[in-house]
């Protein structure tokens, strides 16, 4: 992992989906930057691994889905941090693999309830935090599924079209107020999430990258904290890509 040194000092940071996968990197990299996080994942034991491991100020256990439970963790780590400057929701899951006319009902709503509307309880309760200092950054995790759409992953390509166009919106509401919003639209990348997809689906995935080759948690995760930091300063209200070349807009 490269490490800009002191790039996050004196800041703070709270990411969403933190115990693994690319949250977890995305908070170590801050963590080794200078930057104070604290981490929300829906797996408690995980959480306190991953804070015992590297040295996260605070955690909170919940489901993202529950805007009850989302309003008092970004009250409590609001508290436990002294402010808020950076967030990262990276929380999300898959969701079911079948045509849109055979998908479970129920497991299009969880994905809907975990990947957009929990993204946006995030946002919405985080958010004022921020307004009271005059400075922000926000970066929603996406996926190049919500630009074109991945055949048998209805769900999942509807919530992150979702997140692109609540992040359009986010932006342009925040600009002059020193709160930067901007989405990442990460190609399929070596993640534990890849566990919740039949091989079938992730072998298609990575044939539609013209690199020919999954991407890397470390090359999201660069890119994750350019956004987060001080360096995005003008770029708001929109997307960042990280596909290996299979979306060029």
Not at 92 to 98: E, H, L, N, P, S
Not at 189 to 210: G, H, N
Request: net charge negative.
């Amino acid at each position: 992992m490269s490490v800009w040194s002191g790039r996050f000092d004196g800041r703070t940071a709270i990411v969403t989906g933190g115990a693994s996968g690319l949250g977890k990197q995305v908070a170590a990299r801050i963590i080794a930057e200078g930057g104070t996080v604290a981490l929300w994942d829906l797996n408690g034991d995980a959480l306190a691994a991953t804070q015992a491991e590297i040295g996260a100020a605070h955690v909170a256990a919940l489901d993202v889905s529950d805007h009850a439970a989302v309003a008092a963790a970004a009250k409590d780590s609001a508290a436990a941090l002294g402010r808020v400057d950076i967030l990262v929701c990276s929380a999300g899951i898959t969701g079911a693999t079948a045509t849109a006319w055979e998908y479970p009902v129920d497991s299009f709503q969880r994905v809907i309830d975990i990947n957009l509307n929990g993204l946006f309880y995030c946002n919405r309760e985080v958010v004022p935090f921020m307004l009271e200092n005059g400075y922000g950054r926000i970066v929603n995790l996406a996926s190049v599924a919500g630009k074109e759409g991945n055949p048998n992953a209805s769900a999942y390509s509807a919530s992150k079209a979702g997140v692109i166009g609540f992040t359009k919106s986010l932006g342009k509401e925040l600009a002059g107020k020193g709160i930067i919003a901007n989405a990442l639209t990460p190609a399929t990348f070596e993640s534990p999430i890849l566990a919740q997809l039949p091989q079938s689906q992730v072998d298609y995935m990575r044939s539609k990258i013209p690199m020919g080759r999954l991407g890397l948690v470390e090359e999201s995760a660069a890119m994750v904290c350019f956004m987060a930091s001080e360096e995005c300063s003008f770029t708001t209200a929109s997307t960042f890509d990280t596909s290996g070349g299979r979306t060029t807009f």
